[in-house]
């Protein structure tokens, strides 16, 4: 491994996957590869702006030529696929975005990736594409039920990972991450809009009994996951990267509204998600037996997030502008508005 373009990296993972990268490994080139969409913040990257190991491009890895001549510029011989539309709500309104990237983008990254003779293909997956599982743990074997967009558009990207694998030998390894929670995360995902809604006395638009369960991973124990994989994973195999750590959402709000000094009087039972999961539920058996360990629990990980937000104003309030609005609104004023 030399020279490693990272997709995505300007997004919430992504991004910190890349600080961790440049910090921990100079002798390798990081490019950052990434298009820019509203999810994607330059920001996200100040802490490693300047350093001489990390590069910037940005495009689209569903366009083919882009993608083309930057493998080619910087002679890259590793892939690490954050890129993504990210959001389930989003996809339920929309699933088109989805498709294209990923699916279409994750196929075109594999095609020219394997044409340009990487070394090695880490498709960056996730927890959903077990579906909903009422009881007990998805293991790596266990089949898939996506059951949003979303999900079936990643368990699509993943699957054609696999199959370059086996057609092709392509080396490649597969992560599938928990619910992800940490500094720099997109204010439309529960923790950052909760944190950042109940610091301007807003309602919370809890979905549905709030009894649904997620499985929560501190960002920085995801991004180093997803280097052990990288370094370490068997190819053509996939690992779950789970926080092993499961919390009704009632619970994590609670905590939330607890952590900032606000009221339980916030939260608001809005119509539920339509198709939504009630429960996600790994273990990380696997990755453990690379190393791997998560070095966060909730609770401190919690805390450390809340107080970013609180510590980090300039961050997301320029975010809660235009396009932003424009989602809440089609997102949430019937549902608030249903329930008065
Ligand atoms: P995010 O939405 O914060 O960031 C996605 C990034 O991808 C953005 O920077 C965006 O600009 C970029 N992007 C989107 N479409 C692109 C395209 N066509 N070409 C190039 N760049 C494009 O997402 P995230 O939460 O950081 O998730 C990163 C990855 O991890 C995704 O693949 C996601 O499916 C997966 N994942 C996320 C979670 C989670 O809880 N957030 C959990 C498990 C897995
Ligand atoms: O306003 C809300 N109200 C609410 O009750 C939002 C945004 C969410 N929720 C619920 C839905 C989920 O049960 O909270 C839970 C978490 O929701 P999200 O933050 O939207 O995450 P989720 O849908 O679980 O998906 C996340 O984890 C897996 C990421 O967004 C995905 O990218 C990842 O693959």
């Known amino acids: 491994m030399k020279n490693i373009l990272v997709t995505g990296g300007a997004g919430f993972i992504g991004s910190a996957f890349l600080r961790h990268m440049v910090a921990a490994y100079p002798e390798y080139n990081i490019i950052c590869y990434d298009k820019l969409t509203y999810a994607g913040n330059v920001d996200n990257l100040l802490p490693v702006s300047d350093e001489e190991n990390y590069r910037f491009e940005r495009g689209d890895i569903a366009d083919r030529r882009a993608v083309q001549r930057a493998l080619e510029h910087y002679a890259i ?33 594999l095609d020219e990736g394997r044409k340009h003779g990487i070394e090695r293909f880490c498709q960056v997956s996730t927890d959903e594409v077990y579906g909903d599982i009422e009881v007990g743990f998805s293991v790596e074997d266990d089949r898939f039920l996506p059951n949003s967009p979303y999900a079936a558009s990643k368990a699509g990207g993943e699957l054609m990972a696999r199959a370059y694998h086996v057609t092709y030998g392509m080396d490649i390894v597969i992560t599938r991450g928990s619910n992800t929670y940490g500094p720099y995360q997109y204010p439309e995902k529960l923790v950052p809009l909760f944190t950042t809604e109940a610091m301007d006395d807003r309602p919370l638009p809890l979905y549905g009994d709030g009894k649904q369960i997620r499985d929560w991973l501190y960002v920085d124990d995801h991004a180093r996951g997803v280097d052990c994989i990288l370094h370490f994973g068997k190819t053509g195999e996939a690992y779950n990267l789970a926080g092993e750590n499961q919390r009704h959402n009632i619970d994590v709000t609670r905590r939330i509204l607890e952590l900032l000094g606000k009221p339980a009087s916030l939260i608001r039972h809005v119509p539920d998600r339509e198709g939504h999961d009630r429960r996600y539920a790994m273990t990380a058996e696997k990755a453990r037996a ?6 966060y629990d909730f609770e401190d990980g919690l805390a450390a997030t809340v107080g970013w937000y609180q510590e980090n104003e300039w961050w997301w309030r320029k975010i809660k502008t235009g396009e932003y609005l424009e ?14």
Do not use: C
């Open 327 to 340: 989602y809440y609104k089609r997102q949430y004023t019937e549902r608030l508005a249903s329930i008065r």
């Open 290 to 295: 690379l190393g791997w360990q998560r070095q």
């Open 77 to 109: 011989d590793t892939i690490v696929n954050f890129a993504a539309e990210s959001h389930v709500d989003r996809s339920i309104i929309e699933p088109d975005a989805f498709i294209h990237t990923d699916v279409v983008g994750a196929y075109i990254l």
